[in-house]
T-cell receptor, first 112, second 119 residues
């Protein structure tokens, strides 16, 4: 079963454009992580959100966790080709026995 | 530097053979290890959770007799793909909490993954 749903599944944007990726669960999330990856390679940790309403930024990437801790968004401002990759949210989801699940993933392509 | 060492990074094997993937935690004790599988253009799917000294917990649809997990020590967890077939070709990656089982209070550490190709 897929505990975390991401949208969109894929995204193609022109360099310089802003974009948002969403991660949604029907249950409460205990700590929400965002990662970037390319298939066949390791994960790059981006941010961790723990508190409802929390927002964090690093360079041109901003992540938010809603008050109910069931939805998170990742926003990239002025996208660059270096932002291309697969973005994954991950979390421990309520009632899943302390397992850590990843979202369905969002493939981002940035056109120069 | 890496805090979780995963080996091998890639392996090619013949159909019917078994392949063992190791994940070692460096400089800390990993009481819990998560094992994931990833197919091209897809996300990481949790296969199983191994706990030191006890049986692994497998996700629904994952054959425990095919994907043998051993977590015999606090620094080593292994995943053995038995009687591998071409459909088992995938990217396998391990992960563990840095401090204790409550990973939502501490960062997760990932191995660099193993790309398995079964011919």
């Amino acid at each position: 079963s897929q505990e975390l749903e991401q949208s969109p599944q894929s995204l193609i944007v022109q360099e310089g454009k802003n974009l948002t990726i969403n991660c949604t669960s029907s249950k409460t999330l205990y700590g929400l992580y965002w990662y970037k990856q390319k298939y066949g390679e390791g994960l790059i940790f981006l941010m961790m959100l723990q508190k409802g309403g929390e927002e964090k930024s690093h360079e041109k990437i901003t992540a938010k966790l809603d008050e109910k801790k069931q939805q998170s968004s990742l926003h990239i401002t002025a996208s660059q080709p270096s932002h291309a990759g697969i973005y994954l949210c991950g979390a421990d989801v309520e009632d899943t026995g302390n397992q850590f699940y990843f979202g369905t993933g969002t493939s981002l392509t940035v056109i120069p | 530097g890496a805090v979780v060492s995963q080996h091998p990074s890639w392996v090619i094997c013949k159909s019917g053979t078994s392949v063992k993937i190791e994940c070692r935690s460096l400089d800390f004790q990993a009481t819990t290890m998560f094992w994931y599988r990833q197919f091209p253009k897809q996300s990481l799917m949790l296969m199983a959770t191994s706990n030191e000294g006890s049986k692994a917990t497998y996700e629904q649809g994952v054959e425990k007799d095919k994907f043998l997990i051993n977590h015999a020590s606090l620094t080593l967890s292994t995943l053995t793909v038995t009687s591998a077939h071409p459909e088992d070709s995938s990217f396998y990656i391990c992960s563990c909490p840095g401090q204790g089982p409550h990973f939502y209070n501490s960062p997760l550490h990932f191995g660099n993954g193993t790309r398995l190709t079964v011919t």
